[in-house]
Protein backbone atom coordinates (compact mmCIF):
# COMPACT_ATOMS: atom_id res chain seq x y z
CA UNK A 1 0.00 0.00 0.00
CA UNK A 2 0.83 3.45 -0.60
CA UNK A 3 0.17 7.90 -0.78
CA UNK A 4 0.21 9.90 -3.52
CA UNK A 5 -0.39 13.51 -3.42
CA UNK A 6 -3.25 13.15 -6.12
CA UNK A 7 -7.26 13.82 -6.37
CA UNK A 8 -7.61 9.61 -5.44
CA UNK A 9 -4.31 9.34 -2.30
CA UNK A 10 -4.36 5.80 -2.38
CA UNK A 11 -1.96 3.59 -4.01
CA UNK A 12 -2.62 -0.12 -4.10
CA UNK A 13 -0.88 -3.67 -4.98
CA UNK A 14 -1.54 -6.76 -4.22
CA UNK A 15 -0.02 -10.19 -5.64
CA UNK A 16 -0.46 -13.70 -4.76
CA UNK A 17 0.04 -16.69 -6.88
CA UNK A 18 1.93 -19.70 -7.13
CA UNK A 19 5.65 -20.60 -8.04
CA UNK A 20 6.75 -24.34 -9.35
CA UNK A 21 10.10 -25.37 -10.15
CA UNK A 22 11.03 -28.74 -10.62
CA UNK A 23 13.98 -30.90 -12.41
CA UNK A 24 13.88 -34.46 -14.13
CA UNK A 25 17.02 -36.58 -14.01
CA UNK A 26 19.30 -33.60 -14.62
CA UNK A 27 17.96 -32.84 -17.83
CA UNK A 28 14.69 -31.43 -17.17
CA UNK A 29 13.90 -28.50 -16.05
CA UNK A 30 10.09 -27.56 -15.48
CA UNK A 31 9.42 -23.68 -14.09
CA UNK A 32 6.01 -21.87 -13.75
CA UNK A 33 4.86 -18.82 -11.70
CA UNK A 34 1.05 -17.21 -11.81
CA UNK A 35 0.58 -14.33 -9.88
CA UNK A 36 -3.28 -12.57 -9.23
CA UNK A 37 -2.53 -8.70 -9.33
CA UNK A 38 -4.71 -6.02 -7.93
CA UNK A 39 -3.22 -2.30 -8.23
CA UNK A 40 -3.91 1.17 -8.47
CA UNK A 41 -1.37 2.59 -10.09
CA UNK A 42 0.10 6.87 -10.12
CA UNK A 43 -1.25 9.08 -12.48
CA UNK A 44 1.33 9.01 -15.40
CA UNK A 45 1.29 4.87 -15.70
CA UNK A 46 -2.70 5.68 -15.97
CA UNK A 47 -1.90 8.27 -18.66
CA UNK A 48 0.26 5.24 -20.54
CA UNK A 49 -2.39 2.88 -20.28
CA UNK A 50 -5.29 5.46 -21.76
CA UNK A 51 -2.85 6.12 -24.65
CA UNK A 52 -1.85 2.17 -25.36
CA UNK A 53 -5.38 0.41 -23.87
CA UNK A 54 -1.86 -1.75 -22.33
CA UNK A 55 -0.65 -2.59 -18.79
CA UNK A 56 3.31 -2.42 -19.11
CA UNK A 57 4.13 -5.80 -18.70
CA UNK A 58 0.80 -7.62 -19.30
CA UNK A 59 -2.12 -8.41 -21.84
CA UNK A 60 -5.90 -8.60 -20.61
CA UNK A 61 -6.97 -6.66 -17.44
CA UNK A 62 -10.30 -5.81 -15.85
CA UNK A 63 -10.95 -2.96 -13.73
CA UNK A 64 -10.63 -3.04 -10.06
CA UNK A 65 -12.80 -0.44 -7.36
CA UNK A 66 -12.88 -1.05 -3.47
CA UNK A 67 -14.71 1.56 -1.93
CA UNK A 68 -13.04 -0.34 1.45
CA UNK A 69 -9.51 0.72 0.93
CA UNK A 70 -10.59 4.36 -1.45
CA UNK A 71 -9.19 2.51 -4.53
CA UNK A 72 -10.97 3.85 -8.11
CA UNK A 73 -9.73 3.27 -11.36
CA UNK A 74 -7.38 0.24 -10.16
CA UNK A 75 -6.65 -2.44 -12.28
CA UNK A 76 -7.05 -6.54 -12.07
CA UNK A 77 -4.66 -8.82 -14.45
CA UNK A 78 -3.93 -12.59 -14.48
CA UNK A 79 0.12 -13.07 -15.00
CA UNK A 80 1.36 -16.38 -16.02
CA UNK A 81 5.23 -17.36 -16.85
CA UNK A 82 6.38 -20.96 -17.29
CA UNK A 83 8.65 -22.71 -19.33
CA UNK A 84 10.28 -26.43 -20.10
CA UNK A 85 14.34 -26.76 -20.18
CA UNK A 86 15.60 -29.68 -22.27
CA UNK A 87 19.80 -29.98 -21.66
CA UNK A 88 20.17 -31.17 -24.76
CA UNK A 89 23.54 -31.53 -24.69
CA UNK A 90 26.62 -30.48 -22.92
CA UNK A 91 27.21 -27.55 -24.65
CA UNK A 92 23.29 -26.66 -25.71
CA UNK A 93 20.04 -26.47 -24.04
CA UNK A 94 16.55 -25.87 -25.40
CA UNK A 95 13.52 -24.01 -23.69
CA UNK A 96 10.20 -23.77 -24.92
CA UNK A 97 7.82 -21.19 -22.92
CA UNK A 98 5.98 -18.06 -22.23
CA UNK A 99 8.00 -15.55 -20.54
CA UNK A 100 9.99 -12.51 -21.13
CA UNK A 101 13.53 -11.87 -21.91
CA UNK A 102 16.55 -9.50 -21.65
CA UNK A 103 19.58 -9.24 -23.81
CA UNK A 104 22.40 -6.37 -22.82
CA UNK A 105 24.26 -5.41 -20.15
CA UNK A 106 22.79 -1.65 -18.85
CA UNK A 107 19.72 -0.97 -16.96
CA UNK A 108 17.73 -0.47 -20.52
CA UNK A 109 18.21 -3.02 -23.48
CA UNK A 110 18.27 -1.62 -27.08
CA UNK A 111 17.85 -5.28 -28.69
CA UNK A 112 15.08 -6.87 -26.39
CA UNK A 113 13.74 -6.11 -22.75
CA UNK A 114 11.75 -7.37 -20.31
CA UNK A 115 9.41 -4.54 -20.27
CA UNK A 116 6.30 -5.86 -22.59
CA UNK A 117 3.99 -8.65 -21.85
CA UNK A 118 5.53 -12.51 -21.92
CA UNK A 119 5.88 -13.78 -25.28
CA UNK A 120 5.52 -17.56 -26.75
CA UNK A 121 9.16 -18.34 -27.61
CA UNK A 122 11.12 -21.13 -28.44
CA UNK A 123 14.70 -20.84 -27.33
CA UNK A 124 18.00 -22.17 -28.24
CA UNK A 125 21.31 -21.41 -26.03
CA UNK A 126 24.42 -22.86 -27.48
CA UNK A 127 27.83 -22.66 -25.09
CA UNK A 128 31.26 -23.17 -26.17
CA UNK A 129 34.59 -22.20 -25.64
CA UNK A 130 34.46 -18.81 -25.23
CA UNK A 131 31.23 -18.41 -27.32
CA UNK A 132 27.82 -17.97 -26.22
CA UNK A 133 24.39 -18.58 -29.39
CA UNK A 134 21.22 -17.94 -28.58
CA UNK A 135 18.22 -18.96 -30.82
CA UNK A 136 15.07 -17.00 -30.14
CA UNK A 137 11.83 -17.45 -31.99
CA UNK A 138 8.23 -15.59 -30.48
CA UNK A 139 4.45 -15.43 -31.47
CA UNK A 140 3.22 -11.86 -30.43
CA UNK A 141 0.59 -9.58 -30.59
CA UNK A 142 0.29 -7.06 -33.11
CA UNK A 143 -2.14 -5.54 -30.68
CA UNK A 144 -3.71 -5.21 -27.79
CA UNK A 145 -6.32 -7.73 -25.78
CA UNK A 146 -6.49 -4.81 -23.56
CA UNK A 147 -9.86 -4.51 -21.05
CA UNK A 148 -11.71 -6.48 -24.45
CA UNK A 149 -11.33 -10.19 -23.92
CA UNK A 150 -13.37 -12.70 -25.63
CA UNK A 151 -11.70 -12.86 -29.31
CA UNK A 152 -8.86 -14.41 -31.04
CA UNK A 153 -6.15 -11.85 -31.58
CA UNK A 154 -3.77 -11.88 -35.05
CA UNK A 155 -0.11 -12.80 -34.64
CA UNK A 156 2.80 -11.84 -35.62
CA UNK A 157 6.60 -13.13 -35.07
CA UNK A 158 10.28 -12.41 -34.38
CA UNK A 159 13.25 -14.50 -35.33
CA UNK A 160 16.42 -13.47 -33.27
CA UNK A 161 20.27 -14.15 -33.24
CA UNK A 162 22.50 -13.52 -30.27
CA UNK A 163 25.98 -14.07 -30.38
CA UNK A 164 28.42 -13.50 -27.57
CA UNK A 165 32.48 -14.01 -27.62
CA UNK A 166 34.83 -13.07 -24.49
CA UNK A 167 37.88 -12.01 -26.41
CA UNK A 168 39.77 -11.99 -23.78
CA UNK A 169 39.44 -11.87 -20.57
CA UNK A 170 38.25 -8.51 -19.54
CA UNK A 171 36.48 -8.00 -22.96
CA UNK A 172 33.22 -9.29 -24.23
CA UNK A 173 31.85 -8.13 -27.50
CA UNK A 174 28.32 -9.42 -29.04
CA UNK A 175 26.53 -9.29 -32.35
CA UNK A 176 22.40 -8.91 -32.56
CA UNK A 177 20.12 -9.76 -35.49
CA UNK A 178 16.38 -9.58 -35.43
CA UNK A 179 13.25 -9.92 -37.47
CA UNK A 180 9.80 -9.13 -37.24
CA UNK A 181 7.18 -10.54 -39.86
CA UNK A 182 3.61 -11.71 -40.32
CA UNK A 183 2.64 -14.87 -42.75
CA UNK A 184 -1.43 -15.06 -42.90
CA UNK A 185 -0.80 -19.20 -42.58
CA UNK A 186 1.95 -19.07 -40.02
CA UNK A 187 5.80 -19.12 -39.17
CA UNK A 188 8.47 -18.24 -42.19
CA UNK A 189 10.16 -21.40 -42.29
CA UNK A 190 13.31 -19.69 -43.79
CA UNK A 191 13.76 -17.51 -40.67
CA UNK A 192 14.39 -21.48 -38.89
CA UNK A 193 17.74 -20.89 -40.10
CA UNK A 194 19.90 -20.75 -36.85
CA UNK A 195 22.97 -19.27 -38.69
CA UNK A 196 22.06 -17.21 -41.99
CA UNK A 197 21.96 -13.42 -41.48
CA UNK A 198 18.37 -12.39 -41.73
CA UNK A 199 19.00 -9.76 -43.61
CA UNK A 200 19.61 -11.75 -47.16
CA UNK A 201 16.63 -13.89 -46.59
CA UNK A 202 14.30 -11.00 -45.77
CA UNK A 203 16.01 -9.26 -48.95
CA UNK A 204 15.25 -12.23 -51.01
CA UNK A 205 11.62 -12.77 -50.34
CA UNK A 206 10.86 -9.21 -51.15
CA UNK A 207 11.97 -7.01 -48.57
CA UNK A 208 8.44 -7.26 -46.55
CA UNK A 209 9.59 -7.66 -43.31
CA UNK A 210 11.61 -5.31 -40.52
CA UNK A 211 14.99 -6.47 -39.76
CA UNK A 212 17.33 -5.13 -37.04
CA UNK A 213 21.01 -4.94 -36.71
CA UNK A 214 23.13 -4.68 -33.39
CA UNK A 215 26.33 -4.64 -31.76
CA UNK A 216 26.82 -4.71 -27.99
CA UNK A 217 30.60 -4.90 -26.14
CA UNK A 218 31.53 -4.54 -22.40
CA UNK A 219 35.06 -3.88 -21.18
CA UNK A 220 36.61 -4.65 -17.77
CA UNK A 221 38.86 -1.80 -17.09
CA UNK A 222 39.51 -2.76 -13.75
CA UNK A 223 38.53 -5.14 -11.86
CA UNK A 224 35.77 -2.94 -10.20
CA UNK A 225 35.35 -0.45 -13.19
CA UNK A 226 33.41 -1.30 -16.39
CA UNK A 227 32.67 0.09 -19.31
CA UNK A 228 29.33 -1.44 -22.21
CA UNK A 229 27.49 -0.19 -24.52
CA UNK A 230 24.96 -1.21 -27.40
CA UNK A 231 24.28 0.37 -31.18
CA UNK A 232 21.14 -0.68 -32.90
CA UNK A 233 20.02 -0.10 -36.23
CA UNK A 234 17.01 -0.33 -37.44
CA UNK A 235 17.59 0.89 -40.99
CA UNK A 236 20.34 3.88 -42.52
CA UNK A 237 22.07 4.80 -45.72
CA UNK A 238 25.62 5.95 -44.89
CA UNK A 239 25.63 8.61 -47.60
CA UNK A 240 22.61 10.09 -45.55
CA UNK A 241 24.26 9.61 -42.73
CA UNK A 242 27.13 11.34 -43.62
CA UNK A 243 24.95 14.41 -44.88
CA UNK A 244 23.87 14.68 -41.56
CA UNK A 245 20.68 15.92 -43.05
CA UNK A 246 18.10 14.21 -40.48
CA UNK A 247 16.29 11.67 -43.35
CA UNK A 248 14.21 9.78 -41.51
CA UNK A 249 15.44 6.27 -42.46
CA UNK A 250 18.37 7.08 -40.59
CA UNK A 251 16.58 4.78 -37.82
CA UNK A 252 19.38 4.53 -35.22
CA UNK A 253 19.89 3.40 -31.51
CA UNK A 254 22.92 4.04 -28.92
CA UNK A 255 23.90 3.14 -25.62
CA UNK A 256 26.56 4.01 -23.48
CA UNK A 257 27.43 2.88 -19.38
CA UNK A 258 29.56 2.53 -16.68
CA UNK A 259 29.58 0.65 -13.50
CA UNK A 260 31.49 0.94 -10.60
CA UNK A 261 31.44 -2.04 -8.36
CA UNK A 262 32.78 -1.48 -4.65
CA UNK A 263 32.80 2.05 -5.50
CA UNK A 264 35.58 4.14 -3.72
CA UNK A 265 36.62 1.06 -1.89
CA UNK A 266 33.57 1.18 -0.02
CA UNK A 267 32.47 -3.10 0.12
CA UNK A 268 29.09 -3.81 -1.33
CA UNK A 269 28.20 0.15 -3.21
CA UNK A 270 28.03 0.30 -6.29
CA UNK A 271 27.53 2.87 -8.74
CA UNK A 272 26.13 2.80 -12.46
CA UNK A 273 25.53 5.62 -14.76
CA UNK A 274 23.39 4.95 -18.48
CA UNK A 275 22.81 7.03 -21.19
CA UNK A 276 20.48 6.05 -23.76
CA UNK A 277 19.51 7.51 -27.03
CA UNK A 278 16.46 6.58 -29.99
CA UNK A 279 16.58 8.60 -33.18
CA UNK A 280 12.92 9.49 -34.43
CA UNK A 281 10.84 6.63 -35.63
CA UNK A 282 13.16 3.93 -34.90
CA UNK A 283 11.68 0.37 -34.08
CA UNK A 284 8.35 1.88 -36.51
CA UNK A 285 7.25 -0.36 -39.77
CA UNK A 286 4.55 0.78 -42.25
CA UNK A 287 1.71 -1.34 -40.50
CA UNK A 288 1.84 -2.43 -37.07
CA UNK A 289 2.60 -6.44 -37.86
CA UNK A 290 6.35 -5.32 -37.66
CA UNK A 291 6.95 -2.74 -35.75
CA UNK A 292 9.04 -3.89 -32.70
CA UNK A 293 5.71 -4.09 -30.31
CA UNK A 294 3.80 -6.78 -28.32
CA UNK A 295 0.12 -6.04 -27.38
CA UNK A 296 1.24 -2.35 -27.70
CA UNK A 297 4.20 -2.25 -25.48
CA UNK A 298 7.76 -1.81 -26.56
CA UNK A 299 9.93 -4.95 -26.73
CA UNK A 300 13.11 -2.62 -26.41
CA UNK A 301 13.02 0.13 -24.30
CA UNK A 302 9.70 1.50 -22.79
CA UNK A 303 10.58 4.88 -23.94
CA UNK A 304 9.65 3.57 -27.84
CA UNK A 305 11.89 6.18 -30.17
CA UNK A 306 12.90 9.99 -30.25
CA UNK A 307 14.10 10.65 -26.48
CA UNK A 308 17.35 11.26 -24.89
CA UNK A 309 17.91 9.05 -21.59
CA UNK A 310 20.49 9.90 -18.55
CA UNK A 311 20.31 7.42 -15.80
CA UNK A 312 22.14 6.79 -12.33
CA UNK A 313 21.75 4.20 -9.94
CA UNK A 314 23.53 3.43 -6.58
CA UNK A 315 22.81 0.53 -4.72
CA UNK A 316 24.30 -0.23 -0.85
CA UNK A 317 24.08 -3.24 1.67
CA UNK A 318 25.34 -1.59 4.69
CA UNK A 319 24.40 -5.02 6.52
CA UNK A 320 23.32 -8.35 5.20
CA UNK A 321 20.13 -8.35 5.41
CA UNK A 322 19.69 -4.45 4.66
CA UNK A 323 19.42 -2.83 0.83
CA UNK A 324 19.11 0.97 0.00
CA UNK A 325 19.05 1.42 -3.66
CA UNK A 326 18.32 5.33 -5.04
CA UNK A 327 17.74 6.08 -9.02
CA UNK A 328 17.52 9.17 -11.11
CA UNK A 329 16.62 9.37 -14.40
CA UNK A 330 15.95 12.22 -16.60
CA UNK A 331 14.75 11.64 -20.29
CA UNK A 332 13.54 14.07 -22.69
CA UNK A 333 10.95 12.97 -25.20
CA UNK A 334 9.58 14.06 -28.26
CA UNK A 335 6.07 14.04 -28.35
CA UNK A 336 3.21 13.42 -30.64
CA UNK A 337 0.87 17.02 -31.33
CA UNK A 338 -2.73 17.04 -33.33
CA UNK A 339 -1.98 13.63 -34.47
CA UNK A 340 1.22 14.36 -36.29
CA UNK A 341 3.29 11.44 -36.10
CA UNK A 342 7.01 13.04 -34.91
CA UNK A 343 8.72 9.65 -34.24
CA UNK A 344 8.18 9.06 -30.72
CA UNK A 345 4.93 6.51 -31.30
CA UNK A 346 6.24 2.81 -32.23
CA UNK A 347 2.83 1.68 -33.47
CA UNK A 348 2.28 4.69 -35.26
CA UNK A 349 3.29 3.78 -39.37
CA UNK A 350 6.20 4.72 -40.44
CA UNK A 351 4.41 6.67 -43.79
CA UNK A 352 2.69 9.05 -41.77
CA UNK A 353 5.65 10.86 -40.96
CA UNK A 354 5.94 14.37 -40.68
CA UNK A 355 9.03 14.80 -43.13
CA UNK A 356 11.37 12.94 -44.89
CA UNK A 357 14.61 15.24 -43.93
CA UNK A 358 15.88 17.71 -41.31
CA UNK A 359 14.11 15.39 -38.58
CA UNK A 360 15.98 16.03 -35.16
CA UNK A 361 16.43 14.14 -32.03
CA UNK A 362 13.20 14.87 -29.58
CA UNK A 363 11.63 16.65 -32.31
CA UNK A 364 7.55 17.20 -31.63
CA UNK A 365 6.47 18.48 -28.61
CA UNK A 366 9.53 18.62 -25.98
CA UNK A 367 8.89 16.30 -22.66
CA UNK A 368 11.26 16.89 -20.02
CA UNK A 369 10.85 14.34 -16.84
CA UNK A 370 12.77 13.65 -14.07
CA UNK A 371 11.75 10.64 -11.65
CA UNK A 372 13.90 10.10 -8.15
CA UNK A 373 13.26 6.59 -6.73
CA UNK A 374 14.63 5.77 -3.28
CA UNK A 375 13.79 1.79 -1.98
CA UNK A 376 14.65 0.12 0.93
CA UNK A 377 14.36 -3.70 1.82
CA UNK A 378 14.83 -5.75 5.24
CA UNK A 379 14.48 -9.54 4.83
CA UNK A 380 12.62 -10.77 7.18
CA UNK A 381 12.93 -14.57 6.61
CA UNK A 382 14.79 -15.90 3.62
CA UNK A 383 12.75 -14.77 0.40
CA UNK A 384 10.42 -12.21 2.48
CA UNK A 385 11.33 -9.02 2.99
CA UNK A 386 10.12 -5.23 4.15
CA UNK A 387 9.82 -2.71 1.72
CA UNK A 388 9.80 0.63 2.03
CA UNK A 389 10.04 3.15 -0.84
CA UNK A 390 9.75 6.77 -2.23
CA UNK A 391 9.28 8.01 -5.77
CA UNK A 392 9.03 11.51 -6.65
CA UNK A 393 8.63 12.17 -10.87
CA UNK A 394 8.21 15.58 -12.76
CA UNK A 395 6.91 16.05 -16.19
CA UNK A 396 7.02 19.38 -17.62
CA UNK A 397 6.17 20.37 -21.53
CA UNK A 398 4.51 23.26 -23.67
CA UNK A 399 1.24 21.29 -22.95
CA UNK A 400 1.04 20.45 -19.64
CA UNK A 401 3.58 20.45 -16.15
CA UNK A 402 2.43 17.70 -14.04
CA UNK A 403 4.41 16.37 -10.92
CA UNK A 404 3.94 13.10 -8.16
CA UNK A 405 4.71 12.11 -4.97
CA UNK A 406 4.64 8.70 -3.54
CA UNK A 407 5.41 7.23 -0.51
CA UNK A 408 4.59 3.15 -0.25
CA UNK A 409 5.40 0.63 2.18
CA UNK A 410 4.66 -3.16 2.04
CA UNK A 411 5.90 -7.06 2.80
CA UNK A 412 6.69 -8.92 -0.49
CA UNK A 413 7.40 -12.64 -0.40
CA UNK A 414 9.63 -14.74 -3.00
CA UNK A 415 8.12 -11.69 -5.61
CA UNK A 416 10.01 -9.44 -7.31
CA UNK A 417 9.53 -5.76 -7.83
CA UNK A 418 6.51 -4.07 -9.86
CA UNK A 419 7.89 -0.82 -11.21
CA UNK A 420 6.73 1.88 -13.51
CA UNK A 421 10.22 3.49 -14.68
CA UNK A 422 9.39 5.51 -17.66
Known sequence: GGWQNEESNTLFTN?????????IDKKVSIYSDITDNQIKVPNYVDSFINLYDAIPGTGLYKSYN??????????DYLLAEGAVNFNLSKHIQMSLGHGKHFIGNGLRSLFLSDFSAPQFYLRFNTNIWRLHYQNLFMELSPETIGSQGNRLLPKKYTASHYLSANLTKNWNIGFFESVVFERSKGFELQYL??????????????????????????????????VYGQILFDEFLLKELIKQNGWWGNKYGIQLGVKYMNAFGIERFNLQTECNLVRPYTYTFRDSFANYSHFNQALAHPLGANFKEFIIRMNYKPIEKLSLEARWIYFHKGQDENNLNYGGNILKNYNSRIKDFNNELTQGILEKVSSFILETSYELLPESYIDLNIFYRSSNSSLKKQSGFWFTTGIRMNLDRLRFEF
Open 66 to 75: SKLLNIHHGY
Open 193 to 226: NPVILYRFIEHSLGSPDNVFLGFQSQILLRKTVS
Open 15 to 23: RHGIRLKLT
